[in-house]
């Protein structure tokens, strides 16, 4: 699907070749940011273009310690705010929400549940692609229409991890301990694993990325990845 009113991007293969362009007519976006797309799940949740901090959705982003709406370039237990603090689910609570914070508490952009991503794992189909940027996993829904998740690996301290081959996405889920948080966590499958999951647990204070969804808002621009393989001209 292409919407005029906005930018939208063709993902193009030739020979296990991928190229991207961004397409649009007299547009006035210069990102993807605010961006959904409905991926035809039962929910009804649509799934933002990009992670909170990018503006393209092959952009890691900005990375977050669990419960802390600011990135920072430190991440350590001493300097997380939310590290052994009883905190239920933080889901569209800008004291402790990124996804809403950073885009504005009147948008109703929150960060998803391990059950949002656990229906994402069950119900899409996940093909692995190799950017220029990174790799990461393409999320295509049973409406044909999808979105791009990253692997930009995680921070610890001052150090990014297995950036390019793991991918890390706070939930707004608290886990059953004070100092974790559940993520959803994927491994690059040519490295041998292909577990994809949606409850793993992990310290809140490290540094991960953060996807934003939205339940209903019109003043939001819905768009579609497309479903045509574009070839790609030599």
Known sequence: LWDSRAPALIIAEYNGVYATCKVGI????????????????????????????????????????????????????????????????????????AASFQNGTDTYWRMPSDNEYKELIDNCTWTWINMSETGGYKVTGPNGYSIFLPAGGYVDNTSNKYQGDKGIY??????????????????????????????????????????????????????GFSRIKAKVMR
């Open 26 to 97: 007299s547009s006035n976006y210069s990102n993807f940011t605010n961006l959904t797309v409905d991926l035809g799940l039962s929910s009804g949740v649509k799934w933002g273009t990009v992670n909170v901090g990018a503006t393209t959705p092959f952009e890691s982003g900005d990375y977050f310690a669990w419960g802390e709406t600011e990135t920072k370039s430190q991440f350590t237990q001493e300097n997380c705010s939310t590290f052994s603090k009883n905190i239920g689910d933080i889901g569209l609570n800008p004291k402790y929400d």
């Open 170 to 223: 706070w939930t707004s889920s608290p886990s059953n301990t004070t100092v974790n948080a559940t993520i959803l966590s994927f491994d690059n499958p040519e490295e041998g694993n292909t577990n994809i999951t949606s409850n793993a647990h992990f310290s809140r204070y490290l540094g991960a990325a953060v996807r934003g969804v939205i339940d209903y808002d019109p003043m939001i621009t819905d768009i």
